[in-house]
């Protein structure tokens, strides 16, 4: 069994900064990518940004040059650091991991930017 704890998020100013973790436990022989998403309220879900086994990644237009991902292989964690905050990356941020073809989720965390 695979969980993925998140901490971080929270109320910031706009042009603020916060920073998200995504912590992987369990059984795990090899992740073959993490990501985070988030879900504004009444949108759809959508892909924040991204990291391959490989170590590539891609991000949302929206956040090129704002959000970075990374992580810590030896920990199975995964990070974003979100730079010069919008009040539209106001949303709920997932944890999303892809583990020997299985999808894993994490409960989400609150992000709120104000204006």
């Known amino acids: 069994q695979v969980q993925l704890v998140e901490s971080g998020g929270g109320l910031v100013q706009a042009g603020g900064s916060l920073g998200l973790s995504c912590a992987a436990s369990?059984?795990?022989?090899?992740?073959?990518?993490m990501a985070w998403y988030r879900q504004a309220p009444g949108k759809q879900r959508e892909l924040v940004a991204r990291?391959?086994?490989?170590?590539?990644?891609d991000y949302l237009d929206s956040v090129k040059g704002r959000f970075t991902i990374s992580r810590d292989i030896a920990m199975r964690t995964v990070y974003l650091k979100m730079n010069s905050l919008k009040s539209e990356d106001t949303a709920i941020y997932y944890c999303?991991?892809?583990?020997?073809?299985?999808?894993?989720w994490g409960q989400g965390t609150q992000v709120t930017v104000s204006s």
């Open positions: 999303h991991a892809v583990i020997r073809g299985g999808n894993y």
């Open positions: 990291i391959f086994g490989g170590g590539g990644t």
């Open positions: 369990g059984t795990i022989f090899s992740i073959t990518l």
